[in-house]
């Protein structure tokens, strides 16, 4: 895997950390950065060898969103058609993150608004502090809520009378909220955050990974799915997994009354 030019990630064994790391404003994203991070999240699905990703930022924040000089005042310069070609560039990071098969955690202290927000909201599972600020802010520069799958998985996590009013107004979601609503999976005090994330990360990238993938992937397909067909899919799904090295080491285990050690298998 390539080193990437516009964040940083760290290996760890079977995790990888991307690091949002522009401090000195926030960690904001940029034409590049969306563009690597989408072409990172892609190239994931033949990275047998990462389990996990953790995404943060650096410096006490996790992300101000798009760059307000590097990205919204090109924007209002550009046709229609170059516009749409960067939506569906930013939507396609969205994709990335939901089609690779690695579980994605974000681990959110501080600002974490506009696309950071986002790519929080498009995470698996979230950590955060008691100081994280999320919020949908695209109501401020004068768009819509619907931006990069907002409004179709905000309501899913919060509700969609919560995700309405986050949507509408920018307002900033508290972290009490956040937790509360079922945004975040539980807080963490800011020098725990990382620590935590990499326990989390460990554990998962220790378990079942292909049936970690396969539940990734039937969280998502089966938003829009009928319930017959969602019973029939994760039938599939299952026999398919009772078919792998990890389920029988899960039997010897037990019959071993020792706890197995998975290999993805």
Excluded at 187 to 194: D, F, G, R, S, T
Excluded at 242 to 251: C, G, K, P, V
Aim: charged content about 20%; some cysteine; overall charge negative.
């Amino acid at each position: 895997m390539a080193e990437p030019r516009h964040f940083r990630l760290a290996v760890d064994g079977a995790v990888a950390t991307v690091t949002l790391d522009r401090p000195d404003r926030k960690n904001p994203l940029t034409f590049d950065s969306y563009a690597e991070l989408r072409d990172f999240f892609r190239d994931l699905v033949y990275q047998d060898d990462i389990k996990v990703v953790i995404i943060t930022g650096s410096g006490g924040n996790f992300s101000s969103g798009g760059d307000v000089h590097d990205i919204i005042g090109p924007l209002t310069g550009m046709s229609m058609r170059e516009l749409l070609a960067f939506t569906r560039m930013t939507g396609d990071l969205v994709k990335a993150i939901k089609a690779c098969p690695q579980p994605v955690i974000s681990a959110i202290d501080g600002v974490c608004v506009g696309a950071g927000a986002i790519l929080a909201m498009t995470s698996d599972l979230r950590l955060a502090t008691p100081r994280a600020q999320a919020a949908f802010l695209f109501v401020r520069v004068g768009l819509a809520g619907c931006d990069m799958g907002a409004c179709a998985i905000l309501p899913r996590l919060i509700g969609q009378g919560r995700a309405a009013e986050l949507l509408y107004t920018g307002r900033v979601m508290t972290a009490t909220e956040g937790a509360e609503w079922g945004f975040y999976n539980r807080l963490v005090e800011p020098e725990a955050l990382m620590a935590e994330a990499i326990k989390l990360a460990g554990r998962l990238a220790s378990g079942p990974t292909f049936a970690h993938m396969m539940t990734k992937t039937m969280l998502n397909q089966e938003w829009s799915m009928s319930l017959e067909t969602a019973i029939e899919s994760e039938a599939q799904a299952q026999a398919i997994c009772m078919q792998t090295e990890d389920f029988r080491l899960a039997f010897q285990g037990f019959v071993d009354k020792a706890r197995p050690t998975f290999t993805g298998g």
